[in-house]
């Protein structure tokens, strides 16, 4: 029989047959340049794959073909030997089978407690406690709702005023403004497809970061704090570390897409615990915030965003937000050489700021209004993988993630 033969015979690729023939698990004969497959060889292919059912590694069942060519199994010491190797084969089994069956009520649990949807979802809107935060932002009069939908604590839906003719809208518990998208370049990623397919060791790296953010909210402390996290399109950091928001922390939220916040508000809803938390649709950089009323901002790549769109600086304009001496913390992202992939990046974003991507820029603007506190070079990345949202990043750039903490110095002078 040849070798294809045996293949279709055993239902096994020929390329396997080659590599037990190299490796020496198969000794066939030989007979004018082509290999033999005669009742010996298939029996021993016969027995390798059953072996191999019985999950022993190759170089073990090398070693008990070996056996039975030398022997045939007929000495008691090579059955005994064999016998050993057969037991301790089993006990392996069992092992294994206790870990997978531990794996798998594990897994079973988790998937039950993903399922359940046992946990008391809390249907959160604008918080009234929330409304002294806001303030038009054409005259810094009041914003008053008519026509509200609410409860106790939050208002569902609302018309928002100011004497001054300035309007915008409550509509499924998210403060809608009329500064709308106007890019063509962006659209709202409601299924994190952006950042879907990182690579794991580019993941690792924005984990290092969390982690020193974490840390710097943590020393600062939160509660009874007011918190500001922009641009979460791009990114939304607190959207997985809620536990950093405290009993009495409120948080606001902004982005230009109200899709985005509307999905990230669903899944908060979902945790059952009824944050704070006001949600802001806005595009432009003059949210209806009341100036100085916010204690942290929170920057995971919003002013990375911001720049693929605008030539300015954002924090500058979360500046005017921030108390004096109030906390900024965020992480920055900047290329160390990058020549082409800013290329890729001003070719894919036709809008974008050349100064984006630049440690110089970050640098040099943050301090025109805040005082660095301490940073931290989280590491770099050479390949962001094929993901949409960082897709520009040319293999071999090397993209650093600066994590970093400053204060709002009190000489600032707002941006109106």
Same mark, same amino acid.
């Not at 056996?67 to 050993?84: A, H, T, V």
């Not at 794991?200 to 969390?210: D, G, I, K, P, V």
């Given at each position: 029989?040849?070798?294809?033969? &045996? ?42 794959? /059953? ?43 069992? %092992? ?38 806001? &303030? ?40 809608? !403004? ?5 890019? #063509? ?56 570390? /809620? ?41 432009? !950089? ?16 919003? /002013?990375?965003?911001?720049? #693929? ?23 920055? #992202? ?30 040099? %603007? ?15 990345? !050479? ?34």
């Amino acid at each position: 029989m040849k070798i294809g033969q &045996a293949a279709k015979k055993f239902a096994v690729p020929v390329t396997s047959i080659y590599y037990y023939i190299k490796h020496g698990l198969l000794v066939p004969p030989v007979s004018r340049g082509q290999y033999v497959f005669d009742e010996k060889t298939l029996s021993d292919l016969e027995w390798l794959l /059953t072996l191999k059912q019985m999950e022993f590694p190759l170089e073990v069942i090398h070693r008990i073909l070996s056996l039975r060519r030398i022997s045939g199994l007929m000495p008691q010491e090579d059955r005994d030997e064999l016998r050993k190797m057969f037991a301790e084969q089993d006990r392996a089994l069992e %092992e294994k089978i206790e870990t997978l069956t531990h794996a798998q009520q594990l897994l079973r649990s988790s998937l039950s407690l993903l399922g359940a949807g046992d946990c008391e979802i809390v249907d959160t809107g604008v918080p009234l406690k929330m409304l002294r935060l806001l &303030a038009c932002p054409v005259c810094g009069g009041e914003l008053r709702a008519q026509n509200a939908s609410m409860d106790s604590r939050y208002i569902f839906e609302a018309e928002m005023n100011c004497r001054c003719g300035y309007s915008a809208r409550i509509q499924n518990g998210i403060l809608l !403004t009329q500064n709308r998208n106007t890019s #063509f370049y962006d659209k709202p990623d409601t299924i994190r497809e952006l950042y879907r397919d990182l690579p794991s060791a580019t993941l690792s790296l924005f984990e290092r970061s969390y982690h020193w953010l974490g840390e710097c909210l943590t020393k600062a402390g939160t509660s009874g704090k007011v918190m500001w996290e922009s641009y979460v399109n791009a990114w939304f950091f607190l959207h997985n570390h /809620t536990e950093l928001l405290l009993d009495g922390t409120e948080l606001i939220v902004t982005d230009k897409f109200p899709e985005t916040l509307l999905a990230y508000k669903e899944v908060i809803d979902r945790c059952g615990r009824g944050l704070d938390i006001l949600y802001i649709a806005d595009a432009g !950089t003059a949210p209806p915030i009341k100036k100085k009323c916010v204690d942290i901002t929170v920057d995971f790549f919003a /002013t990375n965003e911001h720049n #693929f769109y605008h030539d300015d600086f954002w924090p500058n304009y979360m500046s005017a937000y921030l108390k004096d001496g109030g906390l900024a913390a965020g992480v920055y #992202f900047y290329f160390d050489g990058g020549e082409r992939s800013m290329k890729n990046l001003l070719r894919s974003y036709p809008e974008a700021s050349r100064n984006n991507f630049s440690s110089r820029f970050f640098r040099k %603007e943050l301090r025109s209004n805040y005082k660095l506190l301490s940073q931290f070079d989280c590491g770099f990345s !050479t390949d962001s993988g094929a993901n949409l949202g960082l897709g520009f990043h040319e293999k071999g750039d090397k993209l650093h993630l600066l994590a970093y903490e400053a204060v709002k110095e009190k000489r600032n002078l707002s941006i109106s």
